[in-house]
């Protein structure tokens, strides 16, 4: 069991959702504290994982923490982070920040200077074990606690380093806003299928079914998903209809400007941000 006393500043969704990763994986709840000054939010972590601590006050879990995670929307970073500098100073916790568009060297400013920060960008289905997170590390960051930011992500699904901060913007527009991405395509697709005439909870079963075993598929083959799709498409057939009609809608640039829309989000929240 792994036991290194992690202190969410924030208990809000992603929070929970690598709360529950983690315990799931094996991690002491003991070993967790999550501080929230929203009632509500703190309920919930404590009826669904009752042994981890909750309090309302950030000070009494930074109290207990090596690793300091901040799980705060961006927006509010800063006067977050601020009034905890001394007490992160004292204590020099490892700094794992996961909000986005907030660079490393302006929350390592706000919490006082010379501290070991690592930027993630993890994702929602951290909760089931299935996260894909994006990290990297500033200068202070030394091996030891390399492994241990990858050790507390790899607990809730697959992680990769980054060797620039700069992309883990693109990481913030693929995958951690991805799973939006994933639920509207399976909306639709559940959507087209009650269209057709299946009852909704049949087309909502199926949709669900076909966008995991595609997954599954895809990460257990070796060919890529090209040929994977090929696969599925017969001369002459069904899918080469319906893959018409997506290629002629435009999916493809449909979704580089999706996702150049969430990258360019993070970069604006980067510029105004990092001048606090
Ligand atoms: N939701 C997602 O899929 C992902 C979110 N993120 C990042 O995670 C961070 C949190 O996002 P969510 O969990 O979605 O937001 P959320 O709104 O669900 O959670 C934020 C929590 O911070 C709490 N909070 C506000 N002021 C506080 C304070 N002074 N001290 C302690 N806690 C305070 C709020 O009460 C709330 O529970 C954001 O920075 C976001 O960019 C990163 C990857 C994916
Ligand atoms: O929408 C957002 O800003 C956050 C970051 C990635 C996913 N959710």
Same mark, same amino acid.
């Given at each position: 069991m792994l036991n290194e006393n992690i202190a969410f500043?924030?208990?809000?969704?992603?929070?929970?959702?690598?709360?529950?990763?983690?315990? !799931?994986?094996?991690?002491?709840?003991?070993?967790?504290? !999550?501080?929230?000054?929203?009632?509500?939010?703190?309920?919930?972590?404590?009826?669904?994982?009752?042994?981890?601590?909750?309090?309302?006050?950030?000070?009494?879990?930074? !109290?207990?923490?090596?690793?300091?995670?901040?799980?705060?929307?961006?927006?509010?970073?800063?006067?977050?982070?601020?009034?905890?500098?001394?007490?992160?100073? !004292?204590?020099?916790?490892?700094?794992?920040?996961?909000?986005?568009?907030?660079?490393?060297e302006a929350i390592e400013r706000w919490l006082g200077g010379d501290l070991a920060v690592v930027r993630g960008m993890p994702n929602t289905p951290a909760l089931v074990g299935s996260g894909a997170t994006g990290l990297v590390a500033n200068a202070r960051v030394n091996e030891q606690q390399r492994d241990l930011a990858e050790s507390l992500m790899r607990a809730v699904g697959m992680t990769v380093w980054l060797t620039d901060e700069t992309q883990i913007d693109a990481v913030t527009a693929l995958s951690g806003s991805g799973p939006a991405y994933l639920f509207l395509f399976i909306e639709a697709l559940e959507d087209a299928g009650t269209q057709l005439g299946l009852p909704r909870e049949t087309a909502r079963l199926l949709a669900l079914q076909t966008a995991f075993g595609a997954a599954r598929l895809a990460l257990e083959s070796d060919e890529d998903a090209a040929t994977l799709r090929a696969r599925v498409t017969s001369r002459g057939g069904t899918t080469e209809q319906a893959l018409a009609v997506l290629e002629a809608g435009g999916l493809r640039d449909l979704m580089q400007q999706a996702l150049t829309a969430a990258r360019n989000r993070s970069h604006a929240l980067a510029d105004q941000l990092g001048r606090d």
């Open positions: 500043i924030g208990a809000g969704n992603m929070a929970r959702s690598l709360i529950g990763g983690l315990v !799931a994986d094996g991690w002491d709840p003991c070993a967790l504290w !999550a501080a929230d000054p929203n009632e509500d939010q703190r309920s919930l972590v404590s009826q669904q994982w009752p042994k981890v601590h909750v309090t309302p006050t950030n000070e009494e879990a930074i !109290a207990h923490c090596e690793v300091l995670v901040l799980a705060v929307k961006p927006q509010v970073m800063a006067q977050v982070a601020r009034p905890l500098a001394a007490q992160v100073q !004292a204590r020099k916790p490892l700094v794992v920040s996961i909000a986005a568009g907030v660079p490393s």
